[in-house]
């Protein structure tokens, strides 16, 4: 069984910064694109970021500049460092991993989310 835990949501005023962290636990072989993705209330799930395994990024245009996403593969932990947020946003977020699971079984993880509002 393989598990992905968020954490460092919270409460944040404009202009801040915050650590979203991932955590994936279980019978792992690999780890292979991870992303952060959010979903603001009345609004559809959209892609913040992802990181390939050799660490090739993409970020929504919305993001860049302002988020950094990274991951530690020894300790299959994936991060997202968000700066200069802004009220738009506050959202749920959540991370995703493509997973290799130690059957070789294909996983498309997810986590539970994390709420971020950002609010003066």
């Known amino acids: 069984q393989v598990q992905l835990v968020e954490s460092g949501g919270g409460l944040v005023q404009p202009g801040g910064s915050l650590r979203l962290s991932c955590a994936a636990s279980g019978s792992i072989f690999s780890i292979n694109v991870v992303a952060w993705y959010r979903q603001a209330p009345g609004k559809e799930r959209e892609l913040v970021a992802h990181?390939?395994?050799?660490?090739?990024?993409l970020y929504a245009d919305s993001v860049v500049g302002r988020f950094t996403i990274s991951r530690d593969n020894t300790k299959n932990t994936f991060y997202l460092q968000m700066n200069s947020l802004k009220p738009e946003d506050t959202a749920a977020y959540y991370c995703?991993?493509?997973?290799?699971?130690?059957?070789?079984?294909?996983?498309?993880?997810w986590g539970q989310g994390t709420l971020v509002t950002v609010s003066s």
């Open positions: 995703n991993a493509q997973i290799t699971a130690a059957t070789m079984r294909y996983l498309d993880a």
């Open positions: 990181i390939r395994t050799r660490g090739e990024t």
